[in-house]
């Protein structure tokens, strides 16, 4: 079946993100299509129509105005989602069609937007690998160019996340499962999951953090090494105090390779990846870090 170009050109996008929830520029309106369509109208309470896409054939379409697609985008990252944003980035000559591209994909933790954050809590990225008892952990405030990493003991994990309250936290995903939902939502919100490689079991994680499986090889320590190397254009991460914690460095690599796929950008504003003990910490039990205040008020 012959499919208008346009079909043709979001058909190709959303191939390249079928996990994500794609908006695509139209004018002076994002719109969705398809199951993409479904989820947004139900979600954000908007209306669906349709838009003929071939001869005799018709797709569901939900649209949002330009000028409002930060409201929107934050009520469906808050659900869980992640969003695709297909802009025009060139203008049509005679009727030929305006070249669109992804500029970038909004997860909870990747989120800049000023009007999306919480002004006094760190929008934190976190990404956990473990094997047998030992863990690395890595997170990242792309907002601030904070960027830190830690290997630590399996049993301190639960606890170094309480203290982060990071809001998407990357996981190795289990080979049995796919590495995402489908429909533009990850794992989702869970209190615990079963981590690779060597399955000991579950670990306790809040449910206030959004878990995104990622396929394992994301974690491998080579890819994970040659990823920090080359964003920080050294031989050695002596420096950094990372070497000797290969699970700190298949973390810290993990979360450079998620956000080179999300914010199709340099990533310039991370210039140096901090490694720390967890011995540093007073370590305090959630509830005394309620009665404290020390996190929310």
């Keep these: 079946m012959k499919v208008t170009p346009i079909r043709k ?5 959303k191939a390249q993100h079928p996990d994500a929830i794609l908006f695509f520029r139209l004018g002076d309106f994002y719109e969705t299509f398809d199951q993409d369509a479904e989820i947004a109208a139900r979600e954000l309470d908007l209306v669906l129509t349709s838009r003929p896409v071939a001869k005799g054939m018709r797709v569901p379409m939900a649209g949002v105005p330009h000028h409002a697609i930060e409201g929107y985008i934050a009520r469906l990252i808050e659900k869980g989602y992640r969003v695709a944003i297909a802009e025009q980035v060139g203008e049509a000559t005679g009727k030929g069609l305006v070249h669109r591209e992804v500029v970038r994909v909004v997860t909870p933790g990747t989120v800049v937007e000023p009007t999306l954050l919480e002004a006094k809590r760190p929008n934190y990225l976190a990404a956990l690998v473990i094997e047998g008892d030992r863990a690395g952990l890595a997170y990242t405030d792309i907002t601030t160019g904070e960027f830190a990493a830690t290997q630590l003991a399996r049993e301190e994990v639960p606890r170094e996340l309480a203290r982060l309250r990071p ?35 579950s670990i ?25 190397l080359g964003h920080f254009g050294v031989t050695t991460l002596e420096g950094f105090g990372c070497e000797g914690k290969p699970l700190a460095i298949r973390a810290a690599g993990a979360i450079l390779h998620y956000l080179r796929e999300t914010q199709k950008s340099s990533l310039a504003q991370l210039t140096t990846l901090r490694t720390y003990s967890t011995d540093r910490f007073m370590v305090l039990d959630p509830a005394t870090r309620r009665n404290l205040e020390l996190t929310e008020t």
Aim: one cysteine or more.
């Design 204 to 228: 306790s994680i809040s449910p206030d953090i959004h878990l995104t499986p990622l396929p394992p090889y994301r974690f491998e320590p080579g890819a994970a090494r040659q990823a920090l």
């Design 167 to 201: 809001r998407e936290c990357l996981v190795p995903a289990p080979e049995e499962s796919p590495n995402r939902n489908g429909g533009g939502k990850g794992a989702g919100n869970k209190d615990s999951i079963e981590l690779r490689p060597n399955h000991q079991g």
């Design 9 to 13: 050109q979001y058909l190709q996008l």
